[in-house]
């Protein structure tokens, strides 16, 4: 998807084919879950997914987790 695309915004979640460097919206709605932590991505905020797994994930801290690496603070 890309900043000149629009889609219907609802209130359901949305069914989203992850590309290299873009992702295709399959069935309209307002956001995806994170497949790490399980918390809603709105489509506009969504920046990190995995093309293999097609997955989608909230930030690179919830890759990391995905992947079982833990973050040192």
């Not at 900043?3 to 992850?18: I, L, N, T």
């Not at 905020?45 to 987790?65: C, F, M, T």
């Amino acid at each position: 998807m890309n900043r000149f695309e629009r889609h219907p915004q609802g209130a359901a979640e949305a069914e989203v084919e992850y590309l290299d460097g873009e992702f295709r919206v399959r069935r309209p709605g307002a956001f995806v879950r994170c497949a790490a932590t399980g918390e809603p991505i709105p489509l506009e905020e969504l920046r990190y997914w995995n093309v293999d797994l097609q997955e989608p994930y909230s930030g690179p801290h919830a890759k990391l987790l995905r992947l079982g690496i833990k973050r040192r603070d």
